[in-house]
């Protein structure tokens, strides 16, 4: 089954591309859960668009990633949350929070499918974020979950 993907799929490919896998793996999986449409004529004309806008927002080579690499380690990123007694959070911190603390910290905007957890962040306290920018490049980061 030839399908478009429209989000990232680890192991298979980016938005845009036009990958071929098992008819029940993108029947089942991929087409419900909106990661791919069809292939079709027409669909294929969608994956300009689809492209087009990955490379805006998108680092573009290995230089960037270096880059954009050196702002994040240099970064003191702060998040305030509701915590109760003992410092225990109410719910936890997502990817989207943290994505929008680092820009608030005046650091680039991320992508948060690319941030690398240590687990679900729960407590108060420092806890270490990864993000890959690039395929070979890496960069980590601080988070400081306070009271707030």
Known sequence: MKIILTQEVSGLGAPGDIVEVKNGYGRNYLLPQGFAIAWTKGAEKQVTLIKRARSAREIRDLGHANEVKGQLEG????????????????????????????KAA???????????????????????VRI????????????????G
């Not at 305030?80 to 680092?102: C, W, Y």
């Not at 680039?108 to 729960?122: A, N, S, Y």
């Not at 890959?132 to 009271?147: G, M, R, W, Y």
């Open 106 to 128: 005046g650091g680039p905007t991320l992508d948060r499918r690319r941030l690398e957890l240590p687990g679900h962040i729960k407590s108060i306290g420092s806890y270490p």
């Open 132 to 147: 890959k920018l690039h395929p070979e490049v890496t960069a980590a980061f601080d988070l400081s979950v306070v009271q």
């Open 75 to 102: 970064l003191k990123v702060t998040l305030k949350a509701r915590a109760g007694d003992g410092g225990r959070l109410f719910g936890s911190v997502t990817a989207a929070e943290i994505v929008a603390a680092v």
